[in-house]
């Protein structure tokens, strides 16, 4: 089996594989087979605040089909999961709740903010008394996602370009 | 019963109720004082039933609030609205969360976001808000210089 052709984008396999009897050789490195193997397996965590949700579930059923990706794993407990999806508004009273669930993923863990409100309180931005204005005033995040709320394609996306963010990144 | 028949019918219970005209539903608009009499009429009175109360809402209108009723019968399958004014100062009303059980939580709301006390209500505290939260959200006039960015 050709290991060149795991990689589900079309990334090759970062080293040379080496034939030999009874087994094979590798030239690679570690850094590069470490950020290979987390990119391709993100495991989100079951979070959704909002509308925002309906379109990450869509994004993880049949049409769509994150699995595609490595993301089909979703888990119910931060205890298992890599990534964070922020789906929706986050309000004063929800901050502390995705702290703590930030908190308690283990490392390395990522962060997504998936549409308006995520990235600054989009259509709650003015006169709200209720809404966090941009999740990244609890906690840090690796990519935004524009829309209200955004197509399954544009959270496919954000998703290869944290895949990529991985790979580029030292592990 | 259809409209015209829940306004006779209502009219007959309370001779001085008012009607508002040209709504979907039958609505009826009655003061503060007269409110718990008149929900237990709509809720025991036969013909009406009306058993099920399924909105509660709050209006600020600057000068005065405005509580409005959503209730409707699962024996007769008819909706009736009641409107009931409120002084702005003063907004309290007297309520119904001894004649349908469910008001006790849309009170309860209705106090949290509009600072509308309701008399003789079993657990009258904040629901949404925070304990300690100072003010009422949903008022037109209410400001909130941390929380808040006006436009």
């Known amino acids: 089996m050709d290991v060149s052709t795991q990689n589900m984008d079309n990334k090759p396999f970062p080293g040379e594989v080496h034939p030999t009897a009874g087994g094979g050789i590798l030239v690679t ?5 470490i950020n290979w193997a987390r990119s391709n397996s993100l495991w989100p965590l079951v979070f959704g605040t909002s509308c925002c949700a309906i379109e990450m579930m869509s994004t993880a059923g049949a049409k769509y089909d994150w699995s595609r990706f490595g993301f089909e794993v979703a888990r119910a407990t931060p205890r298992q999961a890599d990534v964070i999806i922020i789906a929706g508004t986050i ?25 308006a409100c995520a990235t600054s309180g989009g259509p709650f931005f003015y006169n709200t008394y209720s809404v966090v204005k941009g ?12 829309g209200c709320p955004p197509r399954p394609e544009a959270l496919l996306h954000a998703l290869m370009t944290l895949q990529e963010k991985i790979r580029r990144g030292a592990s | 019963m259809n409209k015209e028949e829940l306004k006779v ?12 005209e040209g709504t979907e539903w039958t609505t009826v608009v009655i003061d503060p004082a007269g409110w718990e009499g008149f929900a237990r009429g709509l809720r025991g009175a036969e013909g009406l039933e009306l058993d099920y109360l399924f909105c509660v809402t709050a209006i600020d209108w600057k000068t005065h609030f405005t509580m409005v009723y959503h209730l409707t019968s699962t024996v007769c399958r008819h ?10 100062d003063r907004p309290v009303i ?58």
């Open chain 1, 29 to 33: 490195k570690l850094d590069e087979v």
């Open chain 1, 91 to 115: 309000v004063n009273k929800m901050a502390p709740v995705l702290k703590r669930l930030y908190d308690q993923m283990a490392d390395p863990k990522y962060v997504i903010a998936m549409g």
């Open chain 1, 135 to 146: 999740a990244d005033h609890v906690i840090p995040v690796d990519v935004y996602v524009a």
């Open chain 2, 9 to 20: 019918r209502i009219e007959e219970l309370f001779p001085s109720s008012v009607f508002e």
């Open chain 2, 79 to 88: 909706t009736v609205v009641v409107k009931v004014k409120l002084d702005h």
């Open chain 2, 94 to 151: 007297r309520t119904v969360s001894d004649i349908w059980r469910t008001a006790e939580f849309h009170e309860r709301e209705a106090f949290d976001l509009f600072g509308v006390v309701f008399t003789d209500h079993p657990d009258l505290r904040r629901l949404f808000m925070t304990d300690e939260w100072k003010g009422w959200p949903l008022r037109k006039d209410y400001e909130d210089p941390v929380n808040m960015i006006k436009l």
